[in-house]
């Protein structure tokens, strides 16, 4: 299907009255893994937070399209049902709320009724198990008094367990130990080859290559105020990695 | 013809009243003098609270009955019986009303006309909670319950009070917590929605007791509440642990105190409460610390969610602290529903008004797993279900 992916065009942001998106094209395709890199405030949890509909982030104009389907005319909530999830660079704490509840609400959701309790209890167990998490977090609230590190994996086991089409990370690598890394370059492998999890697209949002020593990117793009100025293989992320954005730039600007 | 409070003051009827023994005609006018002549010390009205508690005329209400559901079967040497009863066989060898003060209270003292004695001898254990069930019917009730649980006991009461549409309870209930007992008293108050209710609970530890209070007021159109715990000993752990949810019109007042007056004790309060349609709240959070009180842990928390624009929850912490060297804490917020939770939920799928729910809900869990009964605790969850969702 030629409209199948997430697509991104010309897409201007505002937060606060502010223009901090100034016309973003990005596609990603089922199964491919991009990454999005650049400095501090540049505008990557922008995307992120627009794409998925938070009320502060006002699209000015451009579209964002999930398989065909107009993401920027449904709710948050119908954009998690078309298959968006976005993985918080902060997810908030809320009390009160445990985890199974959580999981089993938010399953219910996206996907009602398509696993009989025990296979679903089985499937979470599964993906508790691939992330190293013990089960005691399943009784615990929903992010509270979680350590940053825990925060992330949390994320890593929503987006196993929802089985989304296409997952923006933002910095999820952000805090991780060595280990869960790994873990999540595992998880992430797993879902963009399994059919049964729609051959999971993903947006990765990082500051560092290491992540992309686990997960293959098929592209790299670079964020700086608000626009992407450079694509390129995974090499671009090293480049980046040992000369920083001022290169970068300085090019841009040579260009404009 | 029912008769009318007034009428039951001023005739007399007391004489012959179904409770002769021991709360006699003079008594009880000396209890409702004191009660008209207290003040509230609650909130007046203004631009949230319409209900003015020091004017309140009660005299018209019709005297109601009140049925009391007391356990069948209890542990060896536990007595839980009906007042009438209590007073028949005790005889002023119990210190009824000895810990009563307070507007709200005398009016119980005055009028009481049933409720439960509960006696935990030394050393016993109840495994099981101790249920009593109030129900008021048809009018005004004015329960009135004693526990005095001796040393080293331990018991666990849950209380559950309800009621016919229009009813009218002022409840009181009086703690004696003996050296080293640990009492926990739990009570789920769900009147009908156009019902008044004003309730008065004090507990007294002694030395190194426990005591517990854990109430959640869900019900009636009116709800007046105070909680008190007087810290007379050293090693007392004291906890109050309370919810409460006005929703449509519903106007609530609570207050807890802690009184320090001797030291090497703790105290922990927690206070949820959340408020919807044009749902009201005064909460007043009273932690004294007195001179002599050396050495006093003192914790208070309270948190309000407001759910619409009209609601309202006024929340005080009061700490007064006239010691060194003790610890007391307070933390209070009051707010809306953090935007930042209900996005990442939403963002995960739930429809705003289902992920609205859920943090109310579960912002009231802190307190709902304080309540020792699993029973108790469904209960509350759906009472509290139900309001969320009307
Ligand atoms: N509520 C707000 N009001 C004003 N400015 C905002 C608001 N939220 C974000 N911004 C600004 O928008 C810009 C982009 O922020 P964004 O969070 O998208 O950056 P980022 O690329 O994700 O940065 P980081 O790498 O630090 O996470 C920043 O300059 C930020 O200060
Ligand atoms: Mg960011």
């Not at chain 2, 409070?5 to 001023?10: E, G, I, Q, V």
């Not at chain 2, 810990?99 to 016993?124: E, I, M, R």
């Not at chain 2, 008044?196 to 030395?207: D, G, L, N």
């Not at chain 2, 307070?330 to 739930?350: C, K, N, P, W």
């Amino acid at each position: 299907m030629s409209h199948s992916g997430l697509r991104i065009t010309d897409l201007r942001v505002n937060v606060a009255e502010n223009e901090i998106l100034k016309g973003i094209n990005l596609a990603v395709e089922p199964g491919r893994v991009h990454a999005l890199m650049g400095p501090n405030g540049s505008g990557k949890s922008t995307l992120a937070f627009a794409l998925t509909g938070h009320p502060r982030y006002a699209v000015v104009s451009g579209s964002a399209t999930l398989d065909g389907q107009d993401l920027f005319a449904m709710s948050a909530d119908k954009r998690a049902k078309a298959g968006l999830f976005l993985s918080f660079q902060y997810p908030a704490a809320i009390p009160g709320i445990k985890v199974s509840n959580f999981l089993l609400a938010t399953r219910n959701a996206v996907k009602p009724g398509d696993l009989p309790p025990a296979k679903f209890r089985q499937l979470v167990m599964e993906k508790m198990d691939l992330l190293d998490m013990d089960i005691s977090f399943l009784g615990r609230y929903l992010n509270d008094g979680f350590s940053g590190g825990e925060k992330k994996r949390l994320e890593m086991l929503q987006l196993a367990v929802l089985g989304p089409k296409y997952a923006v990370m933002d910095e999820t690598d952000s805090g991780l130990d060595v280990d869960a890394l790994k873990a999540v370059g595992e998880s992430v492998n797993a879902m963009r080859a399994d059919p049964s999890s729609n051959h999971t697209g993903f947006l990765i949002i990082t500051h560092y290559p290491r992540i992309l020593q686990y997960i293959k990117a098929d592209r790299v793009h670079i964020m700086i105020d608000g626009r992407i100025v450079k694509e390129g293989g995974p090499e671009l992320a090293n480049e980046i990695e040992r000369s920083g954005y001022d290169t970068i730039r300085e090019e841009t600007a040579l260009h404009a | 013809m029912p008769e009318t409070l007034a009428a039951r003051l001023n005739e007399d009827v007391l004489v012959a009243s179904i409770l002769p023994y021991y709360v006699d005609r003079k008594e009880r006018l000396d209890a409702y003098a004191m009660y008209l002549r207290t003040p509230s010390g609650r909130e007046r009205p203004g631009r949230y609270w319409k209900i003015d508690l020091d004017k309140l005329d009660i005299s018209g209400h019709e005297l109601g009955t009140l049925e009391v559901k007391l356990p069948a079967s209890l542990p060896p040497g536990v007595v839980c019986i009906q007042l009438a009863e209590a007073f028949e066989r005790y005889g002023t060898t119990l210190p009824w009303f000895g810990l009563a003060h307070g507007k709200f209270a005398a009016l119980t003292h005055a009028f009481v006309n049933g409720g439960a004695l509960l006696y935990v001898p030394a050393g016993t254990i109840a495994e099981e909670p101790i249920q009593i069930s109030y129900r008021a019917q048809n009018g005004a009730v004015f329960p009135y319950t004693l526990v005095i649980a001796e040393e080293r006991s331990q018991v666990d009461i849950v209380e559950s009070i309800r009621g016919s549409d229009g009813c009218f309870v002022a409840a009181l209930c009086e703690v004696h917590a003996k050296e080293g007992a640990r009492v926990r008293y739990a009570s789920v108050q769900e009147l009908p929605s156009d019902a008044q209710t004003f309730s008065s609970r004090i507990a007294a530890p002694q030395k190194d007791a426990a005591i517990t209070w854990a109430t959640a007021d869900l019900g009636a159109h009116l709800c007046v509440s105070s909680i008190d715990v007087l810290c007379n000993a050293t090693g007392i752990e004291a906890e109050i642990d309370a919810l409460f949810f006005p929703h449509d019109d519903q106007h609530v007042d609570l207050t807890t105190t802690v009184d320090h007056r001797v030291g090497e004790s703790r105290s922990t309060t927690l206070v949820k409460s959340a408020a919807s349609g044009a749902g009201q709240a005064r909460y007043l959070g009273n932690i004294r610390i007195q001179p002599s009180a050396h050495g006093t842990e003192a914790n208070l928390k309270d948190d309000a969610l407001l759910l619409s624009k009209d609601a309202h929850i006024d929340s005080v912490p009061a700490l007064e602290i006239d010691a060194n060297d003790v610890k007391a804490f307070h933390g209070a917020t009051v707010g809306a529903i953090d935007e930042d939770q209900l996005f990442y939920m939403i963002s995960r799928g739930l429809e705003r008004c289902a992920a609205e729910k859920m943090i109310a809900l579960g912002f009231f869990e802190p307190v709902i797993e304080r309540f020792s009964s699993q029973g108790v605790r469904d209960r509350v969850r759906a009472a509290l279900e139900a309001k969320v969702t009307a």
